[in-house]
């Protein structure tokens, strides 16, 4: 602290907040610039300084769902907006499994935790924002299509969610920062999550990709959304960090999501246009975006590790490949990946198939 506060008044910045990252092995300072220099400039003199590390903006990021409508409350289980469960597979999966007591971090806006889609399925819930703010849309649209379980039925209905706001409501829609994710994923590696969900998009962050790696190297998997941003946007983070599985989205005609990120680090692709899930309020929503194709992925690693509980994220990534149904261009290409994601057949490839059924080592 001493020589943090020695820093502050070298640079002329206040101190805000520290926070200490164990599993990245890195202590982070959070700093305000109290007049008119340029964050870009204050970096530039911060960069000089040979006892500072590293030094970056705290970025922005923005979650990654379109525009909502609502849905009637008594929406039936074979409502056309759950095609989802058809292209994936979910009937025949989850007679092997439906991703009991695996642990799913969800890093989000606001979860509903009183929605009856989520009833008993919340583990923990942490804010890293002001925790008088209401629940959100997106966090709740992609806590149901994980693990609904009422009138919907989501990817994995038994697993357990831990609740993370790290996105709060701004003018442009709710945003997310480097610093409040970071304390997100932290908080989840600490609770022993299995899977983390991240259905926002944003600039590269090397503190951010440090952290993933920290996540990756303790077997965690990480999944996230593509962005969209549409085909001329560069790659953006952290899906398209190399430890992240990045998903796009497709409609119920297996159509890419007109609006969703391109590139080479597009790992697969899952249902994602006019999805039926839970709102706030114990109210319905069809939503859009490569968030909720995110989240089906994410519910998908859930049941796989249910079977196989010492599964990485490497090893869901290459088995998500070899058991999905190849779209577009043949073979992988920038638009689908590796193609359309299948939970069934994802189950039945040998490894998952031929794995001791162990019902505890999932909590784990």
Known sequence: PQSADALARRFRLTRIESLNLPAAGITIFRWRIPDRRSVPAVIRQLEADRFIRAVQPNYLYTLSQT???????????????????????????????????????????????????LAGVIADTY????????????????????????????????ARLLAIRAFGESKGGAEGTTFNILRGIDWAIAKGARVI??????????????????????????????????????????????????????????????????????????????????????SYQVSSGTSLAAAHVSGIAALLVERKPDLTGDQVRRILAGSAKDLGPRGRDMYFGAGLADAFQALMTPEIAGAPHNTSAAAR
């Open 67 to 117: 525009q909502t409508a609502s849905a009637p409350p008594d929406a039936p289980l074979g409502d056309p907006a759950q095609y989802a469960l058809g292209k994936l597979r979910l009937g025949q999966a989850h007679g092997i499994a439906q991703g009991d007591r695996v642990l799913v971090a969800v890093i989000d806006s606001g979860v509903d935790a009183g929605h009856p889609e």
């Open 127 to 158: 804010d890293t924002l002001d925790p008088n703010e209401p629940p959100h849309s997106h966090g709740t649209a992609i806590a149901g299509t994980i693990a609904a379980h009422s009138r919907l039925r989501g990817v994995a209905p038994a």
């Open 197 to 282: 969900n991240m259905s926002f998009a944003g600039p590269a962050d090397p503190a951010l990709s440090r952290a993933l790696a920290a996540a990756r190297a303790k077997g965690m998997v990480l999944i996230a959304a593509a962005g969209n941003a549409g085909p001329k946007s560069p790659p953006l983070y952290p899906a398209a960090d190399p430890n992240v599985i990045a998903v796009t989205a497709t409609d119920a005609h297996d159509n890419l999501f007109p609006a969703s990120n391109r590139g080479a680090h597009v790992e697969i692709a899952a249902p994602g246009v006019d999805i039926l899930a839970p709102a706030t309020g114990g």
